[in-house]
């Protein structure tokens, strides 16, 4: 008895991880670095990578191998980051201050590696940085230069040294006409993916020359070009087109639509939202061309679908999503909708005339698969339309309802039975109670929830939320004036994945809620207009507790002072985008916010009533060299140097000049 005693109290000794200061062994010692990126691989949460590499040496060793992408928030640090891991295949500078030489420099570290690199909004990006990354970077497949502002032809043919590109963003880069586009056609005939998104000097001899050129297209983006048949023509040759974005552009019409009936490529996807010329004849043309057709998306301006094209549609097996934003649409054609496209997996119904409770009882009635559906503004649904989508689509996973009036706890209480649920929108369902959001409540894998402008929720509905919906992720409260601390508390305490949280106008949060929401590590981006009854005590926890806190809206929150932005500026040091509107700092508190903030981009700073003409102009040349965006009032416009002006627009800061009166409520 007594030895068995003894073995069962026996324990094994700790596993140690390897220390330079412990001679113990590390039981990491003899597995293989295959294992041990095998076993990082496993972790999808980025909070859980960078824990795992505070245990050893092993594991960091083991990540600055195995790691593949990087995101740079500060220039001062990307050297140091790019000469510790040596085998990233993507970069993103889109939120980093500047992409200068520099930067350039440091990509050097890369040079077998870089695939990727992201440039979405960053300033500063000249053909000079551009010719240097084509040229140290030769196995570079990939580039995103969306909203730069600098961005023309020379940059254009800058890029047209990286041969081995194959994807391209040049979303509203308006200095791109055809003499850049033909370089980089010329230059880089491997593309398959090109968004020309807002390019909007481009004309049809580009499209041409492209197309003539860059035969391997799978993607191509020319929404908002004002472009004429000859695109079309042209565009309806390339045989491995796969996505096809033509929104809003003013001059397709069925005519450019038929050039697709000849079925000369393989499209899957193609969007002709508001092109107010297209029809159901052009549509009909193009689903005769493509068997292959998985979506279409004919959002705003399209009046006239037709039974005729949705019978098209059965001979699409693939077929899986369909957009009909604003149609006016009978039951008849939504009943066609759901007996001839049985493997729907998303349908978008914002703002549709004619959605009535019959018309989605006949639509959801044969779509099993369906798993995400768009009522937005379809007013005229009420609590049996719910009923009828819970009964029939039990593999729905995003429903949005905004402004359905009509929709009570009845209805939500079918829709508590649709288990795999992650995203509802109920923004403006004045029909919401406590009740409602107790039936709600059951989908535990609810990620996101919009509650905007539900008056008749309280304290006693979001306990529920709180309690048993432990993966949420998104909270929209706006204006949901029956909450207070006490519903802050319960999704404080359940939902720690919390990262979205939208406080505006519930106006009785005070400082004890705040102090609830600052246990929330995850929060990145937290909106608080108009809390008269916070002060910066509650900025304070937020500061301390929110480490990863990204994004925060504090206009017309006026106990607001130098205090508050000073916890700031010591606890939240990844900060990108603040409003500080109407708050009660004064030159010294805003000096504090635009100096030490390195990572701050965009900064809403208008009526600030205790801030001279002097601390506007010192706190802005502190920190011209990082903005992206400032909001300012135009009376300064007149007020500030123009050597600051100036320094702000070579930057390529994007200054907004609003002309308020300071109303004070």
Known sequence: MTMKKNRMTTTRPPLMCCSSTSSTSSILTVLTDDLLIRVVSKLDDSD?????????????????????????????SLNGLLGKYRSLESVDFSVCPAFDSAAVAGLVFLYGSLKKLVLCRASRVRSAELKAVASCC?????????????????????????????DLKLVKCLGVTDVGLAKIAVGCVNLERLSLKWCLEITDLGIELLVNKCVNLRLLDVSYLKVTWRSFHAISSLKNLEDLSMVACPFLDDEGLHFFKNGNNSLQKIDVTRCDNVSSSGLLAVVEGHSSLQQISASYYFNDLTEPLISKLTGLKNFNSIKLDRACVSTSVLRAVGLNCKNLLEIGLIKCEGVTDEVIKELVSGLGNLKTLDLTCCSAITDAALAAIAESCKKLTCIKLESCEFITEKGLSQLGSCSLLEEVDLTDCIGVNDNGLKYLSKCSELLRLKLGLCSNISDEGLCQIGNSCKKLMELDLYRCAGISDDSLMAISTGCKKLKKLNLCYCSQITDRGLKYVSTLEKLCDLEMRRLTKVSSAGIVAIAAGCKSLVELDLKRCYSINDTGVWALTQYSPNLRQINLSYCSISDMGLRMVMANMKCLQDAKLVHLAQVSVEGFEMALRASCERLKKVKL?????????????????SGGCQVRWVDKDFLFG
Do not use: T
């Open 48 to 76: 859980d990578i960078k824990n795992l590499r505070l245990v050893c040496k092993d594991f960091l060793r083991i990540e600055s191998i195995q790691r593949k992408k990087i995101r740079v928030y500060r220039r001062e």
């Open 138 to 166: 030769p196995y570079l497949e990939e580039i995103d230069l969306s909203y730069c502002c600098g961005v023309g032809d020379r940059e254009a043919s800058a890029l047209s040294g990286a041969k081995g590109l194959r």
């Open 633 to 649: 009032l135009n009376s300064l416009k007149y007020l500030l140097s123009k050597e600051l002006l100036l320094m702000l627009q």
